[in-house]
């Protein structure tokens, strides 16, 4: 058994990757044994910001005093031996499909810092940094952004996209580890606005507006064939070009504009999903794999009424009236994305990631919420190669730290890799031209 409270920062230091040649390509391909089997055509990850508790989702503790496990209740499966969150019923009739990892760990209590890390597969320097910034030394680039540089585009769609919009902390702080990092600007995943629960959703720009006939675009496009030959040798230029082939692209795309017209699914499976942003989020990242994206992330991000206090999953303050709120539209919506997906064909070849920063604390505090907690928390993986009906891992008595089969978020990054067919030994390079693997982790074999 492994505990984190045994781990000295050495030892830390080591599993995360972040000792003096953490970064050289001999000491990843040393912890990389395995390539790929590909099961996975996509990805959709589901990233629910400000850390949902473990307690009440994925790994109830009914034999805890009641300060630790709460005012709610365990409640069985359709797998034996296997409970959720009471909260969680819809969920809870699925969860032969989803493989739960209750032993995933940061060690870092810093939305920021350790989002960072588990969007990247690296850990940031230093830990338990908030309203960290992007940019070097933490500029390692985020699995959405590795997938958009490895695969390619598809119906005029990038490999990548993020919605409805970024991560950020309160004063609109962006976290780092969302973009592209030392890769550039052009392995950015596609970041797009939008409200798609609004009705008359659209995403602007995706028609040629009505006002412009073909002829002028035909002549447009001639002038920037132009202008790209006088700049070809120029960095500056090379980018520009890229970017307008792909809004030429998308314009041209029919395949790709229908991809956000949520209005042609059947009303009563936008009702099933939830006519909410999550909810409509969830089923517009199903409609985007359907059209070829290899990875869809979706936010949980604050809504209208959160901006401020214990916004999106940051339960600080009366936690379990919080959970009666948001449990219900996660559980609506996950299931109803499960569920989709196996309907029209597509769970097995559709890895589908649930998971958050960190996890809270085991105890509730005075405001009777839970705080910050990244030494052990939950994450839930389903479809795409995955063998559901099992939970991997487990946290002690009180949910407080790893009891046994430690995960570390690279592990995490690396099962996503392995899934998607990527070998884990490609390389990339980083801002001094040296090679580096993709990732640092291995995948958790007893996923697969």
Known sequence: ??????????????????????????????????????????????????????????????????????????????????????????????????????????NDNAHSSSGYWMLTGVPHQPMNSENSKPGAPNDWPCTAALVQKLRRECNGLPAAITLPEHIWNDGGLTWPGQDGGFLGRMANPWLIHCQPHEPGFQITGLGLPDDVPAERVSQRVSLLEQVDRALQNHAVGRIYDAQTRKALA???????????????????????????????????????????????????????????????????????????????????????????????????????????????????????????????????????????GQVLGASDRIGAFCRDGLILPQDLQATVFHCLGLDLHTEVHDTQGRPVAITRGQPIRQVL
């Not at 059947?266 to 939830?274: I, N």
């Not at 979706?298 to 379990?320: I, Q």
């Not at 907690?373 to 993986?381: D, K, N, Q, R, T």
Request: one cysteine or more; glycine letters at 10%; hydrophobic letters at 40%.
């Open 250 to 388: 998308l314009l041209s795309a029919g395949r790709a504009r229908r991809a956000f017209e949520l209005e042609r699914e059947p009303t009563r499976l936008r009702e099933r999903y939830g006519m909410t942003r999550w909810g409509q989020s969830l089923l517009l990242a199903r409609r985007l794999v359907e059209a070829g994206v290899s990875l869809v992330q979706v936010n949980w991000t604050r809504m209208k009424e959160e901006m401020g206090g214990s916004p999106a999953w940051d339960t600080h303050a009366k936690n379990a009236q919080n959970l009666r709120r948001l449990m219900p539209i996660m559980d609506q919506a996950y299931s109803a994305l499960l569920e989709d997906l196996e309907t029209r064909g597509l769970l097995d070849s559709t890895l589908v990631v649930w998971m958050g920063e960190f996890g809270r604390t085991p105890k509730h505090n005075a405001n009777a919420g839970r705080d910050h907690w990244g030494h052990v928390f939950s994450a839930a993986l389903a479809g795409g190669g995955v063998r559901g």
């Open 1 to 106: 058994m492994l505990s984190l409270q045994t781990l000295s920062r050495r030892e830390w230091l080591r599993l995360g990757g972040l000792s003096a040649f953490g970064l050289t390509l001999p000491h990843v391909q040393a912890r990389s044994a395995v390539g790929s089997f590909g099961k996975a055509r996509a990805c959709i990850v589901l990233f629910h910001l400000g850390g949902p508790p473990q307690h009440e989702t994925w790994d109830p503790k009914p034999d805890a005093p009641e300060e630790i496990r709460g005012e709610f209740r365990p409640i069985a499966t359709n797998v034996p031996g296997i409970q959720v969150g009471e909260l969680m019923p819809k969920t809870a009739r699925r969860l032969d499909r989803i493989c739960v990892l209750r032993s995933l760990s940061t």
